[in-house]
């Protein structure tokens, strides 16, 4: 495959792997993780055995068949490896997880399969959770603990993700026995293969001030991070309006559409990818020479591996971050992190021409009423809803799914219809008007 000295994390986890202990592995994507615990398990596959002896989680669908096809690749062709993941036909894969000896799935389609009785996990050997954080983050957690259990038998478990946060921890020693914990960096560490910058901006002229930023570098391939799916799309023609080559890349998007889009970008065909956190994790293109975040990431963890897309195998990349007023405390974190100078001013007009640009706003947050207002309001009568939640949370963008659920609610109908400049009415009040709604 052209490799001739391993990563540092490969160089840790090999070894160890091999001994057949349990690990807990922090490592950064790109680091080389899928070899890593990749050429031990396959090295221990048996190929003569028609059943599933390795299990390994991904939490996308392009992670997961990004890692089987460079799993198969290492198995010189063997029909050992095959990928499982939502959005296509199930039957497609009820073949596959009967006779695969290396299984490489999404939480929610390796379930489905075990809830279906054509996978089973009675004589597995291996089970590996990529990415675990970030599988937590989307919600899977109930699903992972349904799979561990169901691979109860299993004689290894590791774990490999970009940080350990308590909830990672706790599946830890819940589902790990004596974990040896490996660590390939220091924790939250960005590449050193990366320039990080921040340009001021406003929220009114975000749009405008992104225009003059990629006009004004050496765009080889970038990636531009937004926060919700529904921003993406608008974005993307918005660039395309400007005369970029852009297309979106988002959870709402069909598995064939997300194909044609990554290949086109992957080809060179589309320069610039406007794509939600979807990408940010397990996504490897080679060649990104920009990251772009549209606006200041929620956590320094989401910046970390947004701006890991690229710098990687040795090159030099650039991450750029667009800050406005409300959002310097949040960039303060991230700063004290990466080390990065203080927001530069957007670049003045006499440095980078700059076309006629028709200004116009991005979506835009509506305030309305604290966090603990809508909790009150809805008191125990959200417990009948926890089953449906939980499922929207795992099929829907969160922003998108609050803002659905927030359109009609009284409370912020209240808000909307309260002059500028009026106080809100005292609590007690409040309730009485949203109780009579």
Known sequence: MGYTHPTPVQRLSIPAVMEGTDLMVQAKTGSGKTLAF?????????????????????????????????????????TLVSAVYGGVPIKEHMMAAQWSALLVGTPGRVRDLLERGVLRLDNIKTVVLDEADEMLDMGFKNDLEFILDAARNRKQTLLFSATFPKDILALARKYM???KRLQAEPAERTPTEITHRAVRTTAEKRLETLIEVLKGERLESCI?????????????????????????????????????????????SIR??????????????????????????????????RSGRTGRAGKRGTSITLVSPREERSYARIEAVIGSQRPAAAPAPEQVPVEPVVRTRPPQVRRGPALEEFVGFAGKRADAHLALARHLLHTADPVTLVAALLADHPLIQEADSRPAGV???????????????
Not at 278 to 292: N, P, Q, T, Y
Not at 424 to 436: H, L, M
Request: hydrophobic fraction near 45%.
């Open 38 to 78: 990749g050429l031990p398990i396959l090295n221990r596959i048996d190929p003569l055995r028609p059943e599933c002896q390795a299990l390994i989680m991904a939490p996308t669908r392009e992670l997961a068949l990004q890692v089987a096809s460079e799993l198969h690749r290492a198995a010189a062709g063997l």
């Open 177 to 179: 026995h004596e974990a």
């Open 423 to 437: 106080e809100s009415a005292p609590k007690g009040r409040r309730r009485a008007v949203s109780s009579r709604v």
């Open 272 to 305: 610039i990818l406007v794509a939600t956190e979807v990408a940010a994790r397990g996504l490897d293109v080679a060649g990104v020479s920009h990251v772009i975040n549209y606006e200041v990431p929620q956590s320094v963890e989401h910046y970390v591996h």
């Open 224 to 268: 531009i991070f937004c926060q919700t799916k529904s921003e993406t799309p608008w974005l993307a023609r918005k660039l395309k309006a400007a005369g970029f080559s852009a297309d979106c890349l988002h959870g709402d998007m069909n598995q064939a559409q997300r194909f044609a889009v990554l290949e086109a970008y992957r080809a060179g």
